[in-house]
């Protein structure tokens, strides 16, 4: 198999690239990716020499670029997107761009190209927000978008899933729900939380810290999205979640445990505006269609991941500094 890989160079997708070529280590992987904020090479660097993984530096709002990338490629996984809630709120253009215009492209691409197999990855926050006794999100669930991120997320699985009716396109859509790990950029909640711990600062908790969301562990996302891509049926949607909902204050007391701090370190800010209450997902469909859950507790992953940010400081010190993206100015322009 030849995987065309987006937004690879991103938290989620520099997971995947790993999780991919570690268990099929016979493919093909490339990682078209723009190099934007949240895109950082560093997230590759053990596998850059590999015969089997190829970089390729572009927008996929560059119909050209993509057209040409996507030849002789057997599956395309698509993460690129613009992603922080709080960005597309300041400003939202560069969501609708990228994440509704950027996945038409990709689909164009997929679709003139002999249709492609192509699975988007999508989010659980199209969905809207929960009361406290709401059942979980699932397939079923009517989209209720609330954010400029939801409302672009939401444009792209409706652009998917009428490719798939209008042009027979063999698509596949996950909602997923929040997932943490290693590489992930240090702007949203668990790796800001530690990474400020780490540096003295004060952690930020919108509101009364009391907005719940559903964690998953990269991994166990990424597993889901190999076992869509094997035993999905064509032209369906996932809801992959972790089972583990907690309101942020209880993780961030958790994080400020771990790495031995005080609670005189949380600091309650003003609320994000249109802040969704609560996140949680019923993963059912996946469990008995394709044999997946999520295997990764809640307490060990959140152990393991803060542990990576401590043994890791170089990598998150250069992406807060910006170090990163001068380098990469230079050697790409
Ligand atoms: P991220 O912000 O860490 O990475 C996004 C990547 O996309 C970066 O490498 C960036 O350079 C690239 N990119 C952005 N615009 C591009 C463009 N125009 N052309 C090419 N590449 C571009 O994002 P993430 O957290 O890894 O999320 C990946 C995907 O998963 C997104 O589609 C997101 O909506 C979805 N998702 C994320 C979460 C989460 O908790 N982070 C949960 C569910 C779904
Ligand atoms: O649900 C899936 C989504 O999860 C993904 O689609 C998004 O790409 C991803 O960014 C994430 O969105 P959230 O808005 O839930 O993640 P974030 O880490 O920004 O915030 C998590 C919660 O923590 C949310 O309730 C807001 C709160 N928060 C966040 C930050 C950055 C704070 O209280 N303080 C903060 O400084």
Known sequence: MKLLITGGAGFIGSNFIHYWLQNHPEDTVVNFDALTYAGNLENLKDIEGNPNYQFIKGDICDKELVNEAVKGVDAIVHFAAETHVDRSIMDSAAFLRTNVLGTLNMLEAARNNGNIRFHHISTDEVFGALGPSDPAFNERTPYDPRSPYSASKAGSDHLVRAYFHTHGLPITISNCSNNYGPYMF????????????????????????????????VTDHNRGVEMILQKGKIGETYCLGGNAEKPNIEITKLIVAHLGKGEEMIEYVTDRPGHDRRYAIDFSKAKHELGWEPQIKFADGLASTIDWYVNNEPWWRSVKSGEYQEYYQKQYG
């Open 186 to 217: 240090p702007e949203k909640l668990i790796p800001l939380f530690v990474t400020n711990l780490i540096e003295g600062k004060p952690v930020p908790v919108y509101g009364d810290g009391m907005q719940v969301r559903d964690w998953i562990h």
